[in-house]
């Protein structure tokens, strides 16, 4: 079974920074399948990156997503206002579907 | 649109069961596998059970398995999890998500609201 370790647990960051986000895991995800999605409180997660690194439908291009092996990244190049939120990344290659801790973007 | 509804959460006691189910429509429900995830209040995103377009696949996370079992009914365009020998720990915010492929091995592409599900005497 595939654990995700997400890092840091929370990120204070201004209006047009940059947003790192790491997801650490446990053994090599099979074929980079893996995804993160974006969850604002009261609301469902929704995707925002796919296999690794391809954007969903919609997803502003200020998001990117990159790594493979155990390592992930997501980057928000300059944070909007609306991107303060919750991120969590997941494995899709094997079962179970894990899902990481999650990480907290907040306004500094 | 792609639209996914849950329903049959409420209150509950330990040991007791439960019937939720995931209304589909805006896409052709037997063309995609389907999901259960679940989120404990103020906690993160926990995959719950996942079945393929067909229902010749389907899987469970441990901490339910033997307990609950997904189903789905592609004439009603419904997913379904009967959820039985209900604990405290099952409390959660259970929601229904389409998979972007049709045999569990791809993203979860939409999302329901959510129906929660409270386990306490």
């Known amino acids: 079974e595939i654990v995700l370790t997400q890092s840091p647990g929370t990120l204070s960051l201004s209006p047009g920074e940059r947003a790192t986000l790491s997801c650490r895991a446990s053994?090599?995800?099979?074929?980079?399948?893996l995804a993160w999605y974006q969850q604002k409180p009261g609301q469902a997660p929704r995707l925002l990156i796919y296999?690794?690194?391809s954007r969903a439908t919609g997803i502003p291009d200020r998001f990117s997503g990159s790594g493979s092996g155990t390592d992930f990244t997501l980057t928000i190049s300059r944070l909007e206002p609306e991107d303060f939120a919750v991120y969590y990344c997941?494995?899709?290659?094997?079962?179970?579907?894990?899902f990481g801790g999650g990480t907290k973007v907040e306004i500094k | 649109e792609v639209q996914l509804v849950e329903s049959g959460g409420g209150l509950v006691q330990p040991g007791r069961s439960l019937r939720l189910s995931c209304a589909a429509s805006?896409?052709?429900?037997?063309?995609?596998?389907m999901h259960w995830v679940r989120q404990a209040p103020g906690k993160g995103l926990e995959w719950v059970s996942g079945?393929?377009?067909?229902?010749?696949?389907?899987g469970y996370a441990d901490s339910v398995k033997g307990r609950f079992t997904i189903s789905r009914d592609n004439a009603k365009n419904s997913l379904y999890l009967q959820m039985n020998s209900l604990r405290a720990e099952d409390t959660a915010l259970y929601y229904c998500?389409?998979?972007?492929?049709?045999?569990?091995?791809?993203?979860?592409?939409?999302w329901g609201q959510g129906t929660l599900v409270t386990v306490s005497s």
């Open positions: 296999g690794a690194s």
């Open positions: 053994q090599s995800v099979s074929s980079s399948y």
């Open positions: 805006g896409f052709t429900f037997d063309d995609y596998a």
């Open positions: 079945i393929s377009w067909n229902s010749g696949s389907i």
């Open positions: 998500a389409k998979d972007s492929g049709y045999d569990m091995a791809a993203v979860f592409d939409y």
């Open positions: 997941q494995q899709y290659g094997s079962s179970p579907r894990a």
